[in-house]
C-alpha cells in the first residue's frame, strides 16, 4: 500500500488543438479541478482564499462606515448589519485564515521534505472542493437570513450543515499534508531536521486535527437541536454561544500557526546563513499550537479578580497563562530567534521579509490585545475591543501569505515577482491592518459595544475611530485586489526566476522552475536541516 496517488497523464497538446481555444480552457480547466498534483491543489486554496479576504475586507469596510454615525443606519439596515457581520467572521476565518495557510503549507512542504507527490493526494482534492462547497453553502445561507441569528430556520440549518462540510474538507486536506511530513520525507530527514515551514505546517496540522473535530461535532448537535426542537442549544440566538469559539481567539493562532515556520525560512534565508538557534525556533512554533487546547474545550479562561481570594486567583491565573500566555510566548520565542538569526548573519534586503515579518508582528499585536482583554477588570467584554484583535490576527495571517506566495511563487510558476511592488504592498498592508484594528482598541476602552452599529454613544471622536477602521479594511481590500493582479501579470509574463533565486538552503530550490510534475527525479539523502547548502561550495562554512 502507497500513500501516493498516481497522476492520470495529461492530456496532450495535440488531443485539444482540434477543438481550438474553447477546447484547451476546457481541458484546463479540467487539469485543475481533477488534479492530484500537491502545487496546484495549493494554489486553489491560497488564491481562493486571497478572492474571499478582498471581499470580507469589503464588508469590513461597509460595516466600519455604518458605524462612523451612530445614530442611525446610513446605508444599511438591521438585518443586513447581523447577517454582514456573521457572514465577515465566518468568511475571515474559515475562508480566509484557514485555506490561505494550509494551501501555502500543501504547495510547499511535500517539496521541502523531499517528496516526490503529497500522500492522499486524491483526498487533499477532495478537501478543496468539499471546503469550497461547504463555503459557498455559508455564504448563501447567510445572505438567505441565515447563519448566527439569521431569521429563516431553513436557512440556519443550511449554514450550519454549510460549515460542517467546509470544516470537514478542511480536516481531510490536513490529514494529507500531515500525513506527508509524517511518512514522506526524505532519506536522513529526521523530524528534526525538517524545514521550519514544514514543521510549523506539522504543529500547525496537528492543531488543526484536534480543533476540526470539534467544530464538526458542535455543528451537528446544533443542526439536530436547531431542526427538530430547538430546546438545549438556543436555536438561532445559541449559534454563536456554541460555535463563536471558532471564529475568535485562540482558535485563530491555529489558523495562522503555520505561518511562523514563513517567518522563519525567509529570515532564516536573508540572513545567508544557517540559523544558530533553530531548535529554540522549533519549541517557540510549538508553544503556539497550544491554543488548540482552548478551542478543543471551547473555553475562553479569563481573569475575574472579582471578590475572590487570592487562591482563586491562582487557580484562574495558571490555565489563563496556559492557554493565553504560552501562544503569546511561542510566536515571541520565533520572531526574536528570527531578528537574533538576521543580527548574526550577513542580512540581504528581500521583498517577502516585508510582508512576512509584519505580518508576525500584528498577530503579536492581537495576541497581546486578547491577553489584555481577558484581564475581567479591564472592562473589555463585549465591546468592539475584540473585533480589533480579531483583525489583527486574520489580517496578520494574510500578510504573512502574501510573503510566502512572493518567497515561494518564483518556484512554482517559475518566474519572479517584482521586488518593488511587493515592498509597498507589504507596507500598505501593515498600514491598512493598523487602521483596520488600533482604532477598534481604543475604542473597545471607551466601551462602544460589538455587533452594533449605531445606538451607542461615548466621549471622544467616535467617528474618528470608527472612519479610521473604516478606512483600514478599505486599504487592505485593495492591497489583496492589488497583490493578486500584480501576481497574475508576473507569474504569466514576468521575468524568469531561475532555480534558487533567493540562494536558498533547502530541498525545494534544488529542482527546476517552475517544479516537474513528479517534483524529483532523485532526491538525496539528507545530512543537516540545510541539505542544499551542503551540496553549495563552502556550505558548511555558512
Given at each position: 500500500?502507497?500513500?501516493?496517488?498516481?497522476?492520470?497523464?495529461?492530456?496532450?497538446?495535440?488531443?485539444?488543438?482540434?477543438?481550438?481555444?474553447?477546447?484547451?480552457?476546457?481541458?484546463?480547466?479540467?487539469?485543475?479541478?481533477?488534479?492530484?498534483?500537491?502545487?496546484?491543489?495549493?494554489?486553489?486554496?491560497?488564491?481562493?482564499?486571497?478572492?474571499?479576504?478582498?471581499?470580507?475586507?469589503?464588508?469590513?469596510?461597509?460595516?466600519?462606515?455604518?458605524?462612523?454615525?451612530?445614530?442611525?443606519?446610513?446605508?444599511?439596515?438591521?438585518?443586513?448589519?447581523?447577517?454582514?457581520?456573521?457572514?465577515?467572521?465566518?468568511?475571515?476565518?474559515?475562508?480566509?485564515?484557514?485555506?490561505?495557510?494550509?494551501?501555502?503549507?500543501?504547495?510547499?512542504?511535500?517539496?521541502?521534505?523531499?517528496?516526490?507527490?503529497?500522500?492522499?493526494?486524491?483526498?487533499?482534492?477532495?478537501?478543496?472542493?468539499?471546503?469550497?462547497?461547504?463555503?459557498?453553502?455559508?455564504?448563501?445561507?447567510?445572505?438567505?437570513?441565515?447563519?448566527?441569528?439569521?431569521?429563516?430556520?431553513?436557512?440556519?440549518?443550511?449554514?450550519?450543515?454549510?460549515?460542517?462540510?467546509?470544516?470537514?474538507?478542511?480536516?481531510?486536506?490536513?490529514?494529507?499534508?500531515?500525513?506527508?511530513?509524517?511518512?514522506?520525507?526524505?532519506?536522513?530527514?529526521?523530524?528534526?531536521?525538517?524545514?521550519?515551514?514544514?514543521?510549523?505546517?506539522?504543529?500547525?496540522?496537528?492543531?488543526?486535527?484536534?480543533?476540526?473535530?470539534?467544530?464538526?461535532?458542535?455543528?451537528?448537535?446544533?443542526?439536530?437541536?436547531?431542526?427538530?426542537?430547538?430546546?438545549?442549544?438556543?436555536?438561532?440566538?445559541?449559534?454563536?454561544?456554541?460555535?463563536?469559539?471558532?471564529?475568535?481567539?485562540?482558535?485563530?493562532?491555529?489558523?495562522?500557526?503555520?505561518?511562523?515556520?514563513?517567518?522563519?525560512?525567509?529570515?532564516?534565508?536573508?540572513?545567508?546563513?544557517?540559523?544558530?538557534?533553530?531548535?529554540?525556533?522549533?519549541?517557540?512554533?510549538?508553544?503556539?499550537?497550544?491554543?488548540?487546547?482552548?478551542?478543543?474545550?471551547?473555553?475562553?479562561?479569563?481573569?475575574?479578580?472579582?471578590?475572590?481570594?487570592?487562591?482563586?486567583?491562582?487557580?484562574?491565573?495558571?490555565?489563563?497563562?496556559?492557554?493565553?500566555?504560552?501562544?503569546?510566548?511561542?510566536?515571541?520565542?520565533?520572531?526574536?530567534?528570527?531578528?537574533?538569526?538576521?543580527?548574526?548573519?550577513?542580512?540581504?534586503?528581500?521583498?517577502?521579509l516585508v510582508p512576512a515579518v509584519l505580518g508576525l508582528v500584528m498577530v503579536l499585536a492581537g495576541m497581546a490585545g486578547h491577553l489584555i482583554a481577558q484581564f475581567g477588570p479591564a472592562g473589555l467584554a463585549g465591546t468592539v475591543f475584540e473585533e480589533g484583535e480579531f483583525n489583527y490576527v486574520v489580517y496578520g495571517t494574510v500578510l504573512m501569505g502574501i510573503?510566502?506566495?512572493?518567497?515561494?511563487?518564483?518556484?512554482?510558476?517559475?518566474?519572479?515577482?517584482?521586488?518593488?511592488?511587493?515592498?509597498?504592498?507589504?507596507?500598505?498592508?501593515?498600514?491598512?491592518?493598523?487602521?483596520?484594528?488600533?482604532?477598534?482598541?481604543?475604542?473597545?476602552?471607551?466601551?462602544?459595544?460589538?455587533?452594533?452599529?449605531?445606538?451607542?454613544?461615548?466621549?471622544?471622536?467616535?467617528?474618528?475611530?470608527?472612519?479610521?477602521?473604516?478606512?483600514?479594511q478599505a486599504i487592505i481590500a485593495a492591497t489583496i485586489v492589488l497583490f493578486v493582479l500584480t501576481a497574475v501579470r508576473a507569474f504569466r509574463t514576468g521575468a524568469p526566476a531561475g532555480d534558487d533565486p533567493w540562494d536558498a538552503q533547502t530541498l525545494e530550490w534544488s529542482v527546476s522552475s517552475p517544479v516537474p510534475a513528479d517534483n524529483f527525479a532523485s532526491?538525496?539523502?539528507?545530512?543537516?536541516?540545510?541539505?542544499?547548502?551542503?551540496?553549495?561550495?563552502?556550505?558548511?562554512?555558512?
Amino acid at each position: 500500500m502507497t500513500t501516493f496517488d498516481t497522476p492520470a497523464a495529461a492530456p496532450s497538446a495535440a488531443s485539444s488543438s482540434g477543438a481550438g481555444a474553447l477546447g484547451a480552457l476546457v481541458v484546463g480547466i479540467g487539469s485543475w479541478a481533477t488534479t492530484t498534483d500537491h502545487k496546484k491543489i495549493g494554489r486553489l486554496f491560497a488564491m481562493t482564499a486571497l478572492l474571499m479576504g478582498a471581499a470580507s475586507s469589503i464588508i469590513g469596510a461597509f460595516l466600519g462606515f455604518e458605524r462612523i454615525s451612530a445614530g442611525g443606519y446610513s446605508v444599511l439596515d438591521l438585518d443586513s448589519v447581523v447577517q454582514l457581520s456573521s457572514l465577515y467572521r465566518v468568511v475571515l476565518s474559515f475562508g480566509v485564515a484557514l485555506p490561505l495557510m494550509l494551501g501555502i503549507a500543501i504547495a510547499v512542504v511535500p517539496l521541502q521534505i523531499g517528496s516526490k507527490a503529497i500522500a492522499f493526494g486524491r483526498l487533499a482534492l477532495f478537501g478543496f472542493w468539499m471546503w469550497f462547497a461547504g463555503l459557498a453553502v455559508c455564504i448563501y445561507s447567510i445572505a438567505a437570513n441565515g447563519g448566527p441569528g439569521g431569521g429563516e430556520a431553513k436557512m440556519v440549518d443550511l449554514f450550519l450543515v454549510g460549515l460542517v462540510i467546509a470544516a470537514a474538507g478542511a480536516l481531510a486536506a490536513t490529514v494529507s499534508l500531515v500525513t506527508t511530513v509524517l511518512t514522506n520525507r526524505a532519506p536522513g530527514m529526521s523530524l528534526a531536521r525538517v524545514p521550519m515551514l514544514s514543521w510549523a505546517a506539522l504543529t500547525g496540522g496537528v492543531s488543526l486535527l484536534l480543533t476540526l473535530p470539534v467544530v464538526i461535532g458542535t455543528g451537528i448537535y446544533l443542526y439536530v437541536d436547531h431542526h427538530y426542537g430547538r430546546l438545549a442549544f438556543g436555536g438561532n440566538k445559541g449559534v454563536n454561544d456554541w460555535l463563536g469559539w471558532s471564529m475568535t481567539q485562540p482558535q485563530t493562532y491555529v489558523f495562522a500557526a503555520i505561518g511562523v515556520g514563513i517567518v522563519a525560512e525567509v529570515t532564516t534565508v536573508a540572513s545567508g546563513r544557517r540559523h544558530p538557534l533553530r531548535a529554540i525556533l522549533l519549541v517557540g512554533a510549538g508553544l503556539l499550537t497550544v491554543a488548540a487546547f482552548g478551542g478543543a474545550t471551547q473555553v475562553q479562561h479569563a481573569l475575574t479578580w472579582t471578590n475572590t481570594s487570592g487562591s482563586d486567583k491562582v487557580k484562574e491565573l495558571i490555565p489563563f497563562l496556559i492557554f493565553n500566555g504560552l501562544p503569546l510566548l511561542g510566536a515571541l520565542v520565533v520572531l526574536g530567534g528570527c531578528a537574533l538569526g538576521l543580527a548574526k548573519g550577513k542580512p540581504r534586503v528581500m521583498a517577502p521579509l516585508v510582508p512576512a515579518v509584519l505580518g508576525l508582528v500584528m498577530v503579536l499585536a492581537g495576541m497581546a490585545g486578547h491577553l489584555i482583554a481577558q484581564f475581567g477588570p479591564a472592562g473589555l467584554a463585549g465591546t468592539v475591543f475584540e473585533e480589533g484583535e480579531f483583525n489583527y490576527v486574520v489580517y496578520g495571517t494574510v500578510l504573512m501569505g502574501i510573503g510566502a506566495i512572493a518567497f515561494w511563487g518564483p518556484k512554482l510558476w517559475g518566474r519572479s515577482l517584482p521586488q518593488s511592488a511587493v515592498f509597498g504592498l507589504g507596507t500598505l498592508g501593515f498600514l491598512g491592518t493598523v487602521l483596520a484594528s488600533l482604532p477598534l482598541y481604543v475604542a473597545g476602552f471607551a466601551d462602544q459595544p460589538a455587533g452594533a452599529v449605531n445606538g451607542f454613544t461615548y466621549g471622544g471622536p467616535q467617528e474618528l475611530w470608527n472612519g479610521l477602521a473604516a478606512v483600514g479594511q478599505a486599504i487592505i481590500a485593495a492591497t489583496i485586489v492589488l497583490f493578486v493582479l500584480t501576481a497574475v501579470r508576473a507569474f504569466r509574463t514576468g521575468a524568469p526566476a531561475g532555480d534558487d533565486p533567493w540562494d536558498a538552503q533547502t530541498l525545494e530550490w534544488s529542482v527546476s522552475s517552475p517544479v516537474p510534475a513528479d517534483n524529483f527525479a532523485s532526491v538525496p539523502a539528507v545530512t543537516s536541516p540545510e541539505p542544499l547548502l551542503d551540496l553549495k561550495p563552502a556550505g558548511r562554512e555558512k
